[in-house]
């Protein structure tokens, strides 16, 4: 064989095998083992934490089809802590994360996808609502009626102070579009813009850190596209190419500043980027 053309090989394989501005990326899917998340109460069967980790190994298959490695936080019916998930995120030194649910409610009514970064104050109360739901399924699982306690939100207070100087966080909002924008020409249902909460498993995660909500499980119509394959699979590229539109956007801005070790992505949008109007959410 000749030398010269194996190094070219070589060359092209590095120029063309990793995804711009990504080398390693978590994807959590949300809930599992005993935390069942909400049920699928429109396709009649199944659970959130059944549909999230389908949809979580899909974005895989996709950033890894683009040279990106990817850890998935479970790849089984496990059960893992909210914190334990941001630490893998954190030790495998992760350049994004990204947390996967599907949104319910008690009535059926609203529906489309939304995308969350960490935040003290959450955009309304329905987000609100939602990061307490999420947050303290992990301890109680099934329970909706749960609420945070003020503990929990000095917690938040404290962490979000020591968050708000980093770029990362600030990242999130970019990621957080970057994902809708992605999302919407996939998904039938409305885009209901990037919001903010409190989500505690973003909390202590050193990398822009997200938390997608695809879709309302218990909507009559948006239920059985979140669980059905097509809609995984939709879901799933639209997260993956988000992830890929972010990490375009972090290698342009290190161009454009070559000294800085962890350049910053352009300026974050809007926290609501929303193009369609919100229906209000059942409390
Ligand atoms: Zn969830």
């Known amino acids: 064989m000749h030398p010269h053309l194996l190094l070219g090989a070589a060359a092209l394989t590095l120029l063309t095998g ?6 390693v990326v978590v994807i959590d899917p949300g809930h599992g083992g005993t935390n069942m998340g909400a049920p699928a ?11 999230t980790l389908r949809i979580a190994r899909r ?12 850890y998935l936080t479970r790849w089984a019916d496990v059960d ?17 994360f990204v947390s996967v649910h599907l949104n319910s409610t008690e009535k059926p009514g609203p529906v489309g996808h939304e995308t969350f970064f960490l935040a003290l104050e959450s955009s309304d109360e329905a987000a609100r609502r ?31 102070r020591d968050l708000g100087q980093t770029q990362a966080h600030e ?7 970057a994902i809708q924008r992605r999302m919407t020409p996939q998904s039938p249902f409305p885009n209901r813009g990037v919001l903010q909460a409190p989500f505690n498993v973003l909390m202590g995660a050193s990398m822009p850190a997200v938390v997608v909500e695809a ?13 059905s394959e097509d809609g995984h699979a939709r879901i799933a590229r639209g997260i993956a190419d988000g992830i890929l539109d972010f990490g375009r956007l972090v290698a342009e801005a290190r161009k454009a500043r070559p000294t800085s070790a962890r350049a910053p992505a352009p300026p974050a949008p809007p926290t609501t980027t929303a193009t369609e109007p919100v229906a209000p959410r059942t409390p």
């Open 80 to 96: 893992m802590t909210l914190a334990n998930r941001v630490r893998y995120a954190n030790a495998h030194k992760a350049d994004v």
């Open 215 to 227: 879709g309302f499980l218990n909507h009559p119509k948006e239920g059985l596209f979140v669980t």
């Open 41 to 51: 109460r429109a396709a009649g069967t199944g659970w959130e934490k059944e549909h």
């Open 130 to 160: 939602l990061a307490a739901y999420e947050n303290e399924a992990v301890e109680a699982p099934g329970d909706l009626a749960s609420a945070p306690s003020g503990a929990a939100e000095t917690d938040v207070a404290d962490i979000l």
């Open 18 to 23: 990793a995804a711009p501005g990504l080398d």
């Open 171 to 177: 990242d999130a909002q970019a990621l957080a579009a």
């Open 59 to 70: 974005v895989a298959e996709h950033l890894r089809a683009e040279g990106v490695t990817v």
